[in-house]
C-alpha cells in the first residue's frame, strides 16, 4: 500500500488489526514511522459506497465475520 501526500508518496505496511469499542484500527508503518488509522461505523459504510458493492459486500462481510469471531473467542475464555 502507499500513502500520499504533498510531501511525497509512502510505503504503508499494515501490521495489525484491533476490534475496539465502536471502531476498527488498523496499525502499521507508513515509512519510518508508526501510523494507525480508525474506523467507525459510518467510516465503513463511506468506504463501502467509495468502492462500489462488487468489492464493499465482500469485504463487509469479512468485517462482521472477524468482529463476531473477535466477541466470540473473547468470550470462551473468561
Given amino acids: 500500500m502507499k500513502v500520499s ?4 508518496d509512502f510505503p ?3 501490521l ?24 467507525a461505523p ?3 459504510v463511506s468506504l463501502a459506497r467509495a468502492a462500489g458493492a462488487r468489492v464493499a459486500v465482500p ?6 465475520v472477524l468482529t463476531v469471531a473477535r466477541r466470540w473467542i ?3 475464555r473468561g
Fill in 74 to 76: 473473547g468470550h470462551g
Fill in 5 to 8: 501526500s504533498p510531501v511525497g
Fill in 12 to 14: 504503508f505496511e499494515p
Fill in 42 to 44: 459510518g467510516d465503513l
Fill in 59 to 64: 469485504a463487509l462481510a469479512a468485517v462482521v
Fill in 16 to 39: 495489525r488489526l484491533k476490534v475496539g469499542p465502536g471502531h476498527l484500527t488498523l496499525e502499521g508503518q507508513v515509512g519510518a514511522w508508526p501510523a494507525r488509522v480508525e474506523f
